[in-house]
């Protein structure tokens, strides 16, 4: 039986495009895991969708003079369309707008009342006389406690990062109309978080292969204790409380998200024909979920929500939570709100897809922030891309074209080194999926670019182009081997560069689809002799300085 892996990638919020940090933080390493986990066979379901409620988006709304419905339809679609032109292939990409997910989530949250999970608190909170409405902690804006630069949210300082409670706030005001609110009481419910420290700590003290990252920033949680929290809000975009007492509120987006994966499988399984299906996963203790995050999410996926299963009790919990530090952009700090960002949607209008999934791959921040910059991206994609694993493909596919009439040339007798290089791609292909299995994307897209470096050292020493004067043979096996190389680069690149593996697998004419192969059976690939190849192209082209200028300036400028 292939093992059952469910993936799930942290859902986007529908405010705003994607930008290539949401992808470096989430998606392409998610990407990159399922795209090999579907070549080695196993039986993995791979989870996303947008997140559509919350108040950031009511602001947006409020802002541009539409309604949220209006907000989060377009970037919905424009974040799916992202994703589908990036090659980030999910099995279901839902949305939390949905009544099928409002409908899971409120009976998610029944359930946790009828257990005894949530409780009811009445808390003073800022209201706003002249918009007359609560004002949730985004909607608040003041002086920083601890560092005192003005502008800081009412759940946190953007400036010192600190989170804050919005009373701590010095002068608060409303955002909307700028006016000082006051306190009223209200009523909030809250989940029993803290009934689930010890379970929550027993949990992930078995988790040793968890990255430092999400184990420090929970041990941190653990040691200050961790406190129950409101599960509701006083706005009215978003899921109603399924209560009689509870006009008015809806289920904090915090709450409801992650719910989302639930409610995405479950839609996948409609969409199937088989509406069950879901539960062979999220109820079935032999399938391993797993969350991929950016390191902002840690708290709600390896605390809170856990937590949340822990009290339903009828899903599984999560077996791995790779979360990956952040990325910035010319070595500042990615800000959507100054736009120092590179939106996924305008870089397709310049470039094509892989060279952005392997810049974020090879340069992923897996343990520490990586920086994003234009001419390193420029450098990464003309001297590696094109100048070794294009370069290795063009230089070998123009000689067969060449000296061997476009056709796969005769094995002969191999030589050690013939033997050598094969036996290298056999070990690469070991070595890559190992450091996959482990979520070491940046490692394993070197071990490929390693693999590429070693097949033109190898053509070089065979110096095919002296051999076909002097031993025709020997030049033959040179380029068979050489070709044989490629097919299996072209299925250990899929992972990594999915659009250049497959034009690659359609350059050599091999057989079928090269995601019909499987990754441990890629050492035993072989393109027959004799067999054509296919229409050659350019794998990567070179990207030139000019184009690169025009994307710092547009960067720049946009601020
Ligand atoms: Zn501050
Ligand atoms: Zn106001």
Not at 78 to 98: A, H, I, P, Q, W
């Amino acid at each position: 039986m292939p093992e059952k892996i469910l993936v799930t990638a942290a859902l986007p919020y529908a405010n705003g495009p994607l930008h290539i940090g949401h992808l470096a933080g989430a998606y392409i390493p998610a990407d990159v895991y399922v795209r090999y986990q579907r070549l080695k066979g196993a039986d993995v379901v791979f989870i996303c969708g947008s997140d559509e409620h919350g108040v950031p988006i009511t602001i947006r709304a409020d802002r541009e003079h539409a309604t949220p419905q209006e907000i989060v339809d377009r970037y919905h679609s424009l974040m799916k369309e992202s994703f589908r032109r990036m090659g980030v292939v999910f099995d279901n990409y839902s949305r939390t707008s949905l009544p099928l997910h409002h409908k899971i989530s409120q009976e998610i949250f029944l359930s946790l009342n009828a257990k005894g999970w949530i409780r009811e608190q009445e808390i003073r909170q800022y209201y706003c006389v002249s918009c007359r409405r609560f004002l949730p902690d985004r909607y608040i804006e003041g002086e920083c406690p601890h560092c005192h630069r003005l502008g800081a949210r009412g759940d946190q300082c953007e400036a010192c990062g600190r989170w804050l409670e919005p009373e701590q706030l010095i002068a608060a005001t409303c955002k909307i109309c700028g006016s000082a609110p006051e306190f009223r009481l209200t009523k909030h419910w809250y989940f029993r978080l803290s009934e689930f420290q010890k379970q929550l700590e027993d949990w992930q003290a078995s988790k040793l292969q968890w990255k430092n990252n999400v184990r420090e920033f929970c041990a941190g949680w653990f040691q200050e204790g961790l406190t129950d929290r409101p599960i509701t809000r006083d706005i009215d975009w978003g899921i109603p409380v399924p209560l009689p007492d509870a006009k008015g509120k809806v289920l904090y987006v915090w709450f409801d998200a992650p719910i989302g994966y639930i409610s995405s499988s479950v839609e996948w399984a409609q969409n199937l024909g088989t509406p069950e299906r879901w539960r062979d996963y999220w109820c079935s203790s032999d399938t391993r979920l797993i969350h991929f995050i950016g390191k902002d999410n840690i708290v709600f996926h390896a605390i809170v929500w856990p937590a949340v299963l822990m009290a339903h009790g009828e899903f599984i919990l999560p077996d791995h939570i790779p979360a990956n530090e952040f990325l910035n952009i010319e070595g500042e700090k990615l800000s959507t709100s100054r736009n120092w960002a590179v939106w996924v949607d305008e870089y397709l209008e310049v470039f094509p897809p892989d060279p952005l999934r392997y810049y974020l791959e090879a340069n992923a921040p897996e343990n520490k922030d990586a920086d994003f910059a234009w001419k390193d991206f420029q450098t990464r994609n003309n001297s590696e891309l094109a100048d070794v694993l294009g370069n290795l493909v063009n230089r070998s596919l123009s000689f067969v074209e060449k000296q061997f009439d476009a056709k796969v040339p005769p094995a002969g007798e191999p030589s050690e080194a013939d033997r050598a290089i094969l036996r290298a791609a056999a070990e690469a292909t070991e070595r890559i999926g190992k450091l996959l299995e482990e979520f070491q994307v940046r490692r394993a897209v070197g071990e490929l670019m390693d693999l590429a470096r070693a097949g033109n050292k190898y053509f070089n020493d065979a110096a095919p182009w002296a051999t076909i004067k002097t031993d025709r043979a020997r030049c033959a096996a040179t380029l068979y081997t050489t070709l044989q190389l490629e097919a299996a680069l072209a299925v250990l690149m899929d992972p990594f560069l999915p659009f250049s593996a497959e034009k690659l697998w359609r350059m050599l004419n091999a057989p079928g689809s090269h995601l019909d192969q499987r990754w441990y059976e890629v050492p035993k690939l072989r393109l027959q002799e004799g067999r054509p190849l296919g229409q050659r192209e350019i794998l990567f082209h070179k990207i030139e300085d000019d184009i690169i200028e025009t994307q710092i300036a547009r960067l720049k400028s946009s601020q």
